[in-house]
């Protein structure tokens, strides 16, 4: 079917006049002089930019810099610098990203997202990951999060917080937080239509309007995104409406308003035996088509943002935000869940000096309640037979955090932080079978300090160093998420993190070392065919690795861009497991593009994913994916000021090639149904036109 939304009609925004004015006196010889009348004092002249000022959004340059001053990982990708090929999954606009690992697991939106291996074993309905839209959750108030909430091609920019430097919107992760800043009215072409069509039945579109006018400014953007998919059974279709308004009420104080709605809906193939994908890569899963497995979901939501300013240096702001969400999900049981969460955030950031020396201060309070009715069936060929199973769950959070950076003299800052969290999950079993009750009341509570340290060099160049502590409670996906309800504990980790980072005109380079050492880590299990069986504490773990990602401009028209992950996340004395790897991610990973631009009319960017030893699927680690090398080549370029298009081809050798695997405790060294194999030879193309 077609989703391409009807073409609206352009409208140009009206812009801020510039007005400039000067006085200009030259003296003249004193012969010639002609009498004068007394100095005149001219009217006050305002000058103003494109853009004023505003505290509920930041300039891409503002962003960059004060990411750049954090004592330890953080990253910026440009909203821009993904559009020059296919952009529908969260692999396509963080893949390059330092210390980030996506990957779509059959080509989907959904898929696994993580940084230093948290949640590492959810291919869906993420954990582990703070993910914000302009500064506010997204994540259910139990700590999940849907991959299908978030509009890349509705970025102006992207940040990314690894680990325990999230502590600036009060995260206290193992992965840290990923926040997708919208465009707004001031920045964002005034009409923007894109398409993109290509293999198995691929086809996306977008039409974003945006304008401003005085004190008032909006931005709207509708997508459609479709594909018969590459596998059987892997049909995706999504919609999603997501706009912002803003209004500045005076020189100080500004706000904006943010509403989403998607509608989503995804047919799910499944996994195969290892055998299977080698020989037939496009196959679902028997047991999936009979239970026409999918994931279906509808999301309302909208959110409220308002800054105070009384100086440049100093600044409040208040976020709120309410939610609303619908899934309908056949698996092994047919799961109907109806969700609503709210939260509210208060955050002051003052900038000054103390005894002389630059200080920046941030602190804030935040607090978050989540509501779901939680309706399980067994599942009669998709459609819900008698009930299973039925819950009544309700999450709570309630954080305060502080974070303290001092400028001991021109090169060396210290960051000082904590964290505070109280978390409550709540569960009301009210369809008790077999005389087992399955509700629970548990709460989690614990305090996440960091210490920092960052040096300065000459030409661009700092170092960093931290110590930190994060606290992750169970979200229900832990506690109930299986076929029993399983009684786990909060996951704790401290992470110790050494780093340089590197800025000049034609480099630019992230490189962090980092060693977690996790208690209580929340490993989840599930069968051969995908099916959860509920979630461990292991005891120890280590997770430890060097994220790597690089910008090279290597000559005006060559440019290489580069991301590595070494990732080396084992257990620590198991008495199972001894020092086993754990499953779920592959030890090592590359992507690397390098692109051709002799002029802006065209680019040609050949690149490749580099794996050489897949990820293990069970704990035992007597099974593993195969390592793969896959290769892409992009051509582009510009027609005009408006026009753009793009080819992007994928998997161009079509090689067979597994992108993710279930996790299981131990596989006895057998193939079994644990494999999701990547996309074949796919060739997509796109045209955009703004104005």
Known sequence: MSIFPIAMAPVRASRLALAVAWALAIPCPAHAAEPTDAATTLDKVVVRGERPELGTVERIEQARERLDQRAGGTALVDGDSYRDGRVSTLTDALGYAPGVFAQSRFG???????????????????????????????????????????????????????????????????????????PTGYDAAATDLRVEAGSDGYRRAQAALAGQTGRADGYLSLTGYAQDGYRDHAEQETYRLFGNAGYRFGDTLDGRVYLTHVDTRSELPGNLTLAQARRDPRAANAGNLALDQRRDFRLDRIAAKLAWAPSQARSLT??????????????????????????????WRSEGRIAGHRNVLIAGLAYAQGHIDDDRFFNLAGKPGPRSNRFDQRASNLKAYVENQTWLDDRWALSLGLQGLRSTRRSRDEFVTGGRDESFDVRYSGFSPKLGLRYLMDDGVQWYANLSRSLEPPSFGELSGGPNVTQVDRQQATTAELGLRIQRDTLAL???????RVRDELLALTD???????????????????????????????????????????????????????AGLPPQQLRAALRWSPSQTWYLTPSLEWAPRGAYVDHANTLRAPGYTTLGLRLGGEVDTRWSWFVDARNLSDRKWIASTNVIADALGRDQAAFLPGDGRSVYVGIEWKR
């Open 528 to 582: 051969g065919n995908g099916n959860p069986l509920g979630t461990v504490n292991a005891d120890r773990t280590v997770h430890q690795g060097l994220e790597l990602g690089l910008g090279w401009q290597l000559a005006p028209a060559w440019a290489l861009s580069a991301h590595y992950l070494w990732n080396d996340f084992r257990f620590d004395r198991d008495r199972v497991y001894g020092d086993n790897r754990l």
């Open 318 to 347: 208040l976020s709120a935000y309410y939610a609303d969400k619908s899934l309908h999900h056949p698996i092994f049981q047919v799961l109907q869940q109806d969700s609503r969460d709210a939260g509210v955030d208060l955050r």
């Open 510 to 516: 992230d490189a962090a070392l980092y060693r977690a």
């Open 108 to 182: 989907a939106e959904e898929g696994r997202l993580s940084i230093r291996g948290s949640g590492l074993q959810r291919t869906f309905h993420g954990r582990g990951i703070e993910l914000l839209q302009d500064g506010s959750p997204l994540n259910l108030a139990d700590g999940g999060f849907d991959m299908q909430a978030v509009e890349p091609l509705a970025a102006r920019y992207i940040e990314v917080y690894r680990g325990a430097n999230a502590l600036e919107y009060g995260a206290a992760t193992l992965g840290g937080a990923v926040n997708f800043v919208s």
